[in-house]
């Protein structure tokens, strides 16, 4: 993240030589309101811009005090540039830049947790936000219970550091529950149920704690604290050189930490907020009773798809998402996944037709100037899979279906598992089940069905009624068959003749 000493670096003494509609909207006199964890790309591209957005529009002292959990690289960038950083709306040949100053103060959770636990009990946080990716939350991926163990114990039973997400929060709210002040806390990640889901581990948490103190903690939580559910959309791809290089032609001076994102973005919110909230509804945010449907939609469609796409691009040596909608047969196949087999397990909100949705998800994915890589997207697909596909072949199999399409989606991924691409090169897997399922697929060669037994039989992934499934292993296995005989063009021929 070198700068060249010549270039002037963003930063409140630069805002002058922004172009006007690229300057920040705050000055940096609001308070600080929301404790955020995780800095990464998308709460930069997405919650932090529907907060400053609300602050501009009605004021309200809803800083955000940012909160690395571990790495410092984006927390030091962001420090040396007096906590700017520019998000760019991109689209095929456009770049439209923004600069945000909405962050107030920042934190490094891995430093100093202690000093973080202090925050959280501060009365001035009303909110605090999570963007750390499903697996933070040590829930058991495929039945959401959480897994109290050895690590988050010893984080609020002791007088320890805590060392995970769940054990920071847990002591920030043991804390909290002495001044009795109210928040929210607000999980933002691609987990179904997220709001209840964080409560169920929050309170599970909370039972380990023994004595008046964990006493007080629970009838308090029960009183005090509230768990709004989310479904949180836009895509954001990580940032890279190019990325820099298309801020700085754009601001004109040099931005270490920008995000790229697509022009499309939604929030929706279930609106419980004990201690207030920033004026969202000036914002675009979609403030509802339950965010179910909407997340059980983005999930199974966009997510799902967005999986579906990344094992396939990736089996067929296709490096960009947008380059793989381009691969032929690829739409029959979309189509048949979207139509047949997720449409049918969704209560969509009103008004909104599963099937178009799933259009414009394909045209959103479509953006060539997003840059986002089927890698990426691969990424921790043991944890991703049980929301984004599994829950649907379980649903439609309970309905007495066949779902020939997502199974195509789960051989997909099998084969990714297995370590290598059509034409034999490497493929990097990137998962904390990575030892596991490697290990698994180690012990068998390459016969479908054996693959497909070793990989069925980790629990951590697959529920017992699904690995247990004659006619899902069945589906698994043909599509296998067929991708080790031609690979993917092989697979979406037989799609598109099918």
């Not at 689209?91 to 925050?119: C, E």
């Not at 509802?288 to 990736?314: C, I, Q």
């Not at 070793?454 to 529920?463: C, H, N, Y």
């Amino acid at each position: 993240m070198a700068v060249d000493a010549a270039v002037a670096r963003l930063g409140r003494s630069t805002v002058d030589l922004l172009p006007d509609a690229a300057r920040p909207l705050l000055d940096g006199g609001v308070g600080a309101g929301i404790l955020h964890l995780g800095l990464g790309a998308f709460h930069r591209a997405h919650q932090a811009v529907y907060i400053e957005d609300a602050i501009v529009a009605a004021g309200g002292d809803w800083g955000i005090v940012g909160v690395a959990p571990r790495s410092v690289d984006i927390l030091n960038a962001l420090a040396a540039q007096d906590r700017l950083y520019s998000v760019l709306t991109v689209g095929p040949g456009s770049v439209r830049p923004r600069t945000l100053g909405v962050h107030v103060d920042l934190m490094h959770a891995a430093a100093d947790p202690l000093a973080v636990v202090a925050r959280l009990a501060d009365p001035a946080i009303r909110m605090v936000t999570l963007t750390v990716t499903e697996k933070a939350y040590r829930l058991d991926p495929v039945s959401g219970v959480p897994r109290i163990d050895d690590e988050v114990r010893a984080d609020v039973v002791t007088d320890r550091p805590p060392r995970t997400v769940p054990g920071l929060l847990a002591r920030g709210l043991l804390a909290r529950a002495a001044t009795g002040a109210p928040i929210a806390v607000v999980s933002c990640d691609n987990l179904p149920s997220n709001g209840r889901r964080t409560r169920a581990l929050l309170e599970a948490a909370l039972a380990e704690v023994p004595g008046p103190a964990g006493e007080r903690a629970r009838a308090w939580l029960d009183g005090a604290v509230s768990f709004p559910g989310t479904m949180v959309d836009r895509i954001v791809p990580a940032t890279t050189d190019a990325t820099r290089a298309s801020a700085l032609r754009a601001l004109g001076v040099a931005d270490l930490v920008p995000v790229a994102a697509e022009p499309f973005a939604q929030w929706v919110v279930e609106d419980e907020f004990p201690g207030g909230r920033p004026a969202w509804e000036h914002a675009g945010v979609v403030l509802t009773d339950d965010a179910r449907p909407w997340e059980s939609l983005k999930l199974r469609t966009l997510n799902g798809v967005h999986s579906a796409l990344a094992y396939l691009g990736a089996l067929a040596g296709v490096g960009p998402i947008d380059e793989v909608l381009h691969l032929p047969g690829i739409d029959a196949f979309l189509d048949r996944l979207i139509g047949s087999d997720i449409a049918p397990t969704l209560v969509p909100p009103p008004g909104v037709s599963v099937e178009a949705y799933g259009r414009t998800v394909r045209e959103r994915f479509a953006n060539p100037a997003l840059g986002y890589r089927t890698l990426q997207v691969a990424m921790d697909g043991s944890q991703k899979l049980p929301q984004r596909l599994i829950g649907t072949l379980v649903d439609r199999r309970a309905a007495g279906a066949r779902p020939v399409w997502g199974c195509l989606v789960l051989a997909a991924w099998m084969r990714f598992v297995r370590g290598y691409a059509d034409d034999g090169t490497a493929l990097p897997l990137d998962d904390p089940l990575a030892d596991r399922l490697r290990g698994a697929v180690s012990s068998v060669d390459d016969k479908p069905s054996e693959l497909a037994a070793a990989l069925f039989a980790i629990d951590a992934v697959f529920p017992a009624e699904l690995a247990g499934d004659d006619e899902v292993r069945g589906l698994v296995e043909h599509w296998l068959t067929v991708l080790a005989r031609g690979g993917v063009p092989a697979v979406l021929a037989e799609v598109s003749s099918s």
